[in-house]
């Protein structure tokens, strides 16, 4: 499990370090002219499509032969493509070419992170304790959130050392160079991981399904229904309130790149602080009533703070920054275990692919690129906060009429004579 929380860190530092670049990714392979920022996030979100595809691609492969090969699989495509990416010609030298090689990467990145987070997702639940699964769960979230924490440190690093120019000219790839290696270290760490326990179980009672898609399709259709809904809010939570942010802030000219950079930094720790403390909470009081309250804080909060946030003032933006993180670590922490628990081990993957997985293809991948176009033409950066509130009060009902997921309690009552101590 410890392997497989580190992996990862790696993992999501490689996938979110795009987006915390975009705007030197801009310059370097699309020109930096006007709808350059645009194009760049618009590479984030097709990327993002490929995600269900490599989900269902991986979950197959994780329903049908076990976890444990595809966490493996996963990482070594990822791996690839994030060292193809820093050796990538620019666009002065290869020209338009070099924009479209870019993109085609991303996908690739894409089609390899689809398997690796609902992978993790699964494993940790199935080596968790039933009283403990919201806390482990938790940790997927929490260590993808120290992968882009390391993402925007080592990018603010790069940006702050390095004048403009050498950051176009090389510097750029100091951080896809720093990724790959990590990955390659990861995938060797993965090979000495041991297989999910539910999948052993499987494999013991001879339930494993043969056609996993065909299974969840059949059995787990409410579920991934449910899966979706409770992934649409964690993901534009996440994706429009955190990490595109620093984009944010320097298209509106409330900051520069490295400054805001340095305050997404702030609002990583802020996540990976709340994520354990929400998940250890959902075990407590259970999913429904956690993710239903940070659906109201959601619907109420994102429309002042990015009013904040666009004010120029850098305590507003600061303050912005960090509450729309502590609500968005919140539902990415039991959202986690809730999505997961709504399937049972067999078919667990491919209807996290179905349901989850998919919702973050349109809600995260698509949602960065949206907000940047509608704040262009509209010219109102409130915008991102409109956006996370309207998600947020259409999955409200849904997450107030699901059923509990947390396991329950039972108390085993002694019976009186067995109380009493034998001679």
Avoid at 75 to 80: E, G, Q
Wanted: glycine share 12%; proline share 4%.
């Amino acid at each position: 499990m410890a392997i497989a929380g580190f992996s990862t860190v790696v993992e999501w530092y490689d996938f979110t370090l795009y987006l915390y670049f975009a705007t030197v990714l801009s310059r370097v392979f699309f020109g930096g002219g006007e709808g350059s920022l645009a194009t760049t996030l618009a590479g984030f979100a097709v990327a993002y499509l490929m995600r269900p595809l490599g989900a269902l691609f991986f979950g197959h492969i994780g329903d049908r032969y076990g976890r444990r090969r595809t966490l493996l699989l996963s990482v070594a495509l990822m791996s690839a493509a994030m060292l193809t990416i820093a050796l990538l010609p620019t666009r002065d030298a290869i020209g338009p070419a070099a924009g479209w090689a870019l993109l085609a990467l991303r996908c690739v990145m894409g089609f390899a992170v689809g398997g690796e987070y609902t992978g993790v997702v699964a494993y940790l639940l199935e080596g968790a304790r039933a009283e403990r699964r919201g806390l482990i769960t938790s940790l997927a979230a929490a260590a993808s959130e120290v992968g882009a924490l390391l993402a925007v440190a080592v990018s603010a690093i790069t940006v702050s050392a390095l004048s403009g120019a050498d950051l176009d000219a090389w510097g750029w790839r100091i951080p896809f160079l720093v990724g790959a290696g990590l990955a390659v270290t990861v995938w060797v760490a993965r090979a000495a991981m041991e297989e999910s326990p539910d999948f052993e179980r499987q494999r013991a009672q001879s339930t494993i399904p043969t056609h996993p898609l065909r299974h969840a399709l059949t059995h787990h259709r409410a579920g991934i229904m449910r899966g979706f809904a409770i992934s649409a809010l964690g993901s534009i939570t996440y994706y429009v309130g955190i990490t595109y942010v620093p984009a944010f802030l320097t298209s509106v000219g409330s900051m520069a790149e490295s400054q805001s950079l340095w305050l997404s930094t702030i609002a990583a720790v802020v996540v990976i602080a709340v994520t354990p403390v929400v998940g250890a909470l959902s075990d407590q009081v259970g999913r429904k009533g956690v993710l239903a309250g940070l659906a109201v804080l959601s619907a109420v909060l994102p429309v002042t703070m990015f009013s904040l946030m666009a004010g120029g003032a850098s305590n507003d933006a600061l303050l912005g920054a960090v509450i729309l993180a502590g609500v968005a670590g919140g539902v990415s922490a039991v959202g986690a275990v809730a999505t997961a628990e709504q399937f049972a081990g067999e078919g667990r993957l491919t209807g996290l692919a179905l349901g989850a997985t998919t919702a973050t293809a349109i809600f995260g991948g698509l949602t960065p690129w949206l907000a940047q176009v509608l704040i262009e033409r509209t010219g109102a950066p409130i915008v991102p906060g409109v956006m996370i509130a309207v998600v947020a009060l259409a999955v409200l009902p849904v997450l107030l009429t699901m059923p509990e997921t947390r396991p329950r309690r039972t108390v085993l009552h002694m019976p009186p004579e067995a109380a009493k101590p034998r001679r």
